[in-house]
């Protein structure tokens, strides 16, 4: 009956996306009673040791699971290099291997699909009774699809997986669990909401080249402090009255950080787990204003192309920060000119800093039987687990040193976005049908005021949240 409803279910998912993780009491001895008895219990400890054979001891029972190939169905295919980056790659793989052969299975993670086509992979191949894998990656913006329509199994009755392993995003894994039952899990990610800095042209402007993290440190690192110093930042060297450095590049990503950083967010959750529209509240339009305001002043300049030129330009020199998130790291780790990362300052609203992430998650279809279930869950969170050496909580430090210029970047920002509540999901990434390109574009190349965008999408976006709710509309 269960099977029939889900697939049942699952025609329908499918015709509307085709259409869109012992003390004696005796006396005292006297000295010759007391040696006696001490030789007498040496030879009778002597003569037991010689006669006694220390028990084998128990064989190392180990889970076979039968050859079982387990599939993740992603967008991007995780490869084992020919040449490892560092010894903790190195030591993973090896692991990844040695477990693979002691358990009998092989795992990979391939590419069957793009970002916004696994949820329908998922749907169809389940339909025909066939999953194309044995785990979906969904993006955060069709996982309420999945759950919603019992499409996952519940990961919180397979005692393969310790839900409560730092192993697993606990963001995540909170957003994807609905009344006591998880529907998906994933390993810890890089959180969003950073701002790199050039430490050489926070010198050459009279700055500390460590402002921003003594900024951080003490609590005082917000929107007022961030706009002095992109000010000072902004300067004419040859004095042809043309900034040659700017702070900032001229982006829309800008907005979204703001609306975060101001203790909110353009879609929240309420008690009940269900979205709101938020965008209109005062926290997210004085964060609207805010950016909007800061892009009347000469502290950015346009972007030379989309294509990296954002990147580009924060290595050359050309900005002197560049909010964006932390993956960007591997573009820049090699660039001449020392650098910084702090978290994005935080707005009026807001108690602490925040940084961001997204719902994405893995699923196992609900089709397979508990103990197909438990065999994959086995096989997952081996897969999600460092190796020997480097499974411990902080042992994410070593590699992010590798990257980083300075120590604060990781001992400060990383382990201060670690802390319980700085993470955040993006719940508008939860949502399809809401861009903040329809927000940001009218801000900043259409003249429209915060009141104006924000009036212009609030329709759209009540109607995404809607559908993203399971509510529906009756036509008249």
Known sequence: MQLSKTLATLFIITSVISSLTACGGADEPTVSEETSTIETSAEASTTTTKDEIAPEPEPEVVRDLGGLHVTIATWVDVLEPEV??????????????????????????????????????????????????EVFHVSASFVNTVINNNLAYDLSTLDELDLNHWKWDPAVTDFLTRDGATYGVYPNQTPNSFVFFNKRLFEEAGLDPDLPYDLQASGDWTWEAFEEIAAKLSRDTDNDGINDVYALVFDGKLFDYAIISNGTQIVTLNEDGKFVNTLNTPEAMAALTWVTDLYKHDYDTPVTHWDGGYEQMFMTGQIAMMPHDKEKLLMIKDMEDDFGMVIFPKGPAAENYAVTGTGAGWFI???????????????????????????????????????????????????????????????????????????????????ATPAEAVEGVMGIFDAAIAKANGETTVAE
């Not at 902080?394 to 920002?413: G, I």
């Open 365 to 447: 279809p609900n089709t397979f039987t508990p103990e197909e279930a438990a065999d994959i869950a086995f096989a997952l969170d081996i897969w999600a687990t460092e190796p020997p050496g480097y499974d411990s909580e902080d042992d994410w430090m070593m590699e992010d040193y590798k990257l980083f210029r300075d120590d604060r970047a990781v001992e400060e920002t990383m382990v201060k976005a670690k802390e319980p509540g700085i993470m955040r999901l993006n719940n508008r990434q939860q949502i399809s049908g809401i861009s903040t390109n329809s927000i940001t574009q009218p801000l900043m190349h259409q003249g």
């Open 84 to 133: 490892k980056a560092s010894a903790q790659e190195e030591a993973l793989w090896e692991f990844r291997h040695e477990m693979m052969e002691k358990h009998n299975f092989t795992i990979e993670e391939k590419a069957l699909g793009k970002w916004n086509t696994t949820l329908e992979l998922m749907s169809t191949s389940m339909i025909a009774g066939d999953p194309a894998a």
